[in-house]
Structure formats: C-alpha cells, structure tokens
C-alpha cells in the first residue's frame, strides 16, 4: 500500500503506483473488477514470447447492466507483437483492467501523466505507447469487468472530448518533429471524424423522425 500525500484522482494515483514499483511489468486492476485465476499467467506469457512489446491485453467479460455476459476482445488480432498505431488512434485497444505494462517502457512514454479533468487516461496512454512499441495480445477471457454508472467510461461525452484532445496533441507532436506518421495519423484521425459525424447526423435523422411521428 502506498500513501499520496495529497488526494490525488486515477491518473495520478497510478503514476504514483507506477514509480514505487520495481518489478519489470505493471499489471492493472480497479477495485470493482475481478482477475481470473490464470490472468497473470496468461499476460506474462504474451510479454516472454514478444520481449519488444510494451502493453499486453487479454478479453473481458463484462458484468452488470445491459451488457452482462458479453465479451470484450482486444481490437487487434491475437498472437505475434505488432503495430497498432492506427488502431490506436481510433479507439481504445481493449479493456484497461485486461493490460500488463513492461514498466521501462511505460516510463519512457511519461506514464498516464494527463490532468485530473482527463476522462480518458487509458486511451490517452495507449495512443502514446503505441506511437513508439508494438503491442501484443491474446483472446483468452481473464478479467470480469463491472459495468456501472459511476465509471469513467460512462460519461460518454466528456470522454469522447477528451480522446479527441489526446488525439490532436500527438498528431502536433509528429508534425512539429517532422515525423512521417503525422500524415498518416491527419489521414485516419479525418476518417473516424467523418465516421463520427456521419453516425451524430444520422442520429440526429432519426430523432427527428421519432419527435414527429411521436406528435
């Protein structure tokens, strides 16, 4: 147990976790999820058989609310390390609690380091990872992940704001350093855009349609 010395919100307690820490791979949990049995075993076996990555994830079954029971895979294919940057950019890799850290490279991409009024650290960390090391995963169910109201992740608005902020900071930070993935990056940040807004118009669309026919 670590004591803050002051209080501090999700990204910072995790930071502080992260620095007293010394073993080479930092494994997540919030308090209302459970691991299953074999969950670190699995995550490190995925970190040994691919020593370049810098982030493991596993599936999740959820549980509470209107999804109970449903699994969450990881958004990239199972098996060797690889490049996940646009996938990253698009949203989140998978479920946090699912995610095994290599704490070097954690560390060199500055932790979770985003302010309290952040509402989505972990995309805002995975982005940054995936920018700079392969990632890799396996489709096994190992975390039970708890749905409910108080979540982060259920204040959908704020968090769709927030990765948005996260998304333009690393693209400025690749046009300023002349890195070639900025176009890259401008070219799959205007698509889940236009995705976005095409599925808001829509919505909208139908609304209307729902107002009228309802009157």
């Known amino acids: 147990v670590v004591d803050a010395p002051s209080k501090l919100y999700e990204a ?8 007293r820490a010394t073993g080479d791979l930092i494994a997540t949990m919030d308090a209302d999820d459970v691991w299953e049995p074999h ?25 509470g609310g209107p999804s109970d029971g449903r699994i969450q895979l990881p ?15 698009r949203a989140p890799l998978g479920i946090h609690p ?16 985003v302010g309290n009024d952040h509402r989505a650290p972990d995309f805002d960390l995975f982005l940054r990872l995936a920018a700079r090391y392969p990632f ?8 039970r992940y708890r ?9 959908s608005a704020l968090q769709y704001r927030d990765a948005w902020r996260s998304r333009r900071a690393l693209w400025d930070g690749l046009r300023q350093s002349g890195d070639r ?10 698509s889940e855009y236009r995705a976005r807004m095409w599925a808001s ?15």
Do not use: K, M
């Not at 075993?41 to 994830?57: Q, R, Y």
């Not at 993935?181 to 205007?190: C, H, L, N, S, T």
């Not at 118009?201 to 009157?215: I, R």
């Open 12 to 19: 910072g307690a995790r930071d502080l976790g992260i620095a």
């Open 39 to 63: 969950h670190l075993a699995t995550s490190v076996a995925i970190h040994e058989a691919n020593p370049a990555i810098a982030c493991s994830f596993t599936a999740a079954r959820f549980l």
């Open 75 to 89: 958004r990239f294919p199972a098996g060797q390390a690889r490049d996940v940057f646009d996938e990253a950019l």
């Open 98 to 113: 699912t995610t095994v850290f290599n704490r070097a490279r954690l560390l060199d991409a500055g932790g979770y380091r």
């Open 136 to 143: 890799a995963c396996a489709h096994a169910v190992t975390v």
């Open 147 to 155: 749905i409910h109201a108080a979540q982060l992740g259920a204040q």
């Open 181 to 190: 993935r900025a176009g890259r990056a401008a070219q799959v940040i205007r």
């Open 201 to 215: 118009l829509v919505a909208g669309v139908v609304d209307g349609l729902l107002e009228t026919w309802e009157h």
